[in-house]
């Protein structure tokens, strides 16, 4: 089956420090994968995309992330952390469903970044 | 721009009552989607919509119905409540179900409680 998976229920992080959220996909075919973040009491943002090309990403409000194909990871990075940055991270990927497509996310990634 | 909109942001229903779930979008998609968020579980893709007339089941539809007479409407129906339906339902949209699906707009989800 098609799925991602994020190993980590929640990283913690101090601010100012560099901080990782990790992602590992299976799927058929070229991946197509995704970040998202939500925020408290509110819907998920899209963060950025991977499609083809550079592994390396880059995304919304600092984010990054590097794609990985032997390792069939897709981990999210951010150089510095900010106390903003506390939220629930979800990675995602797209598969074909009967002609068109879907998006599967992960369970998801608490980080808490500490002043 | 109103987004996804999605009534009511809270419900609190017995055991076998019916009620539906409003999503309405003013961004033209022809796209539409519901999750369930869980504790542990992340996103799970109930039903989706590529336009109006098209629907089709996603991760977990048992317990749920939905249709989508208009480009802007997808109503999610609860038929008999049990409370292995409690939880956080979101209501998602994108320009299409090709290339553009991955950038999902959501709505503010909807907390549901079955008692």
């Known amino acids: 089956a098609q799925s991602v998976a994020q190993p980590e229920d929640q990283v913690n992080v101090a601010e100012g420090n560099p901080l990782t959220v990790k992602c590992t996909y299976s799927?058929?075919?070229?991946?197509?994968l995704f970040w998202y973040v939500q925020y408290p009491n509110r819907g998920l943002q899209f963060l950025l995309k991977?499609?083809?090309?550079?592994?390396l990403v880059k995304g919304s409000y600092g984010f990054e992330a590097e794609f990985n194909k032997s390792q069939t990871s897709f981990h999210l990075k951010k150089p510095s952390a900010l106390v903003s940055d506390s939220a629930l991270y979800f990675c995602?990927?797209?598969?074909?469903?009967?002609?068109?497509?879907?998006?599967?996310f992960g369970a998801g990634t608490r980080l808490a970044v500490h002043p | 721009n109103a987004g996804v909109t999605q009534t009511p942001k809270f419900q609190v229903l017995k055991t076998g009552q019916s009620m539906t779930l409003q999503c309405a979008q003013d961004?033209?998609?022809?796209?539409m989607s519901w999750y369930r968020q869980d504790p542990g579980m992340g996103l799970r893709l109930i039903h989706y919509?590529?336009?109006?007339?098209?629907?089709d089941q996603g991760e977990v539809p048992n317990g749920y119905n939905v249709s989508r007479s208009t480009t802007e409407d997808f109503p999610l129906r609860l038929l008999s409540a049990a409370p292995s339906q409690t939880s956080v339902y979101f209501c998602?949209?994108?320009?299409?179900?090709?290339?553009?699906?991955?950038?999902?707009?959501f709505g503010s989800g909807t907390q549901l409680s079955v008692l």
């Open positions: 998602a949209s994108s320009y299409d179900a090709g290339g553009s699906i991955e950038k999902l707009f």
């Open positions: 799927v058929s075919g070229n991946p197509y």
């Open positions: 991977y499609i083809t090309g550079d592994n």
């Open positions: 995602a990927v797209r598969v074909p469903s009967g002609g068109y497509n879907k998006l599967i």
């Open positions: 961004m033209n998609h022809e796209y």
């Open positions: 919509s590529v336009g109006a007339g098209i629907t």
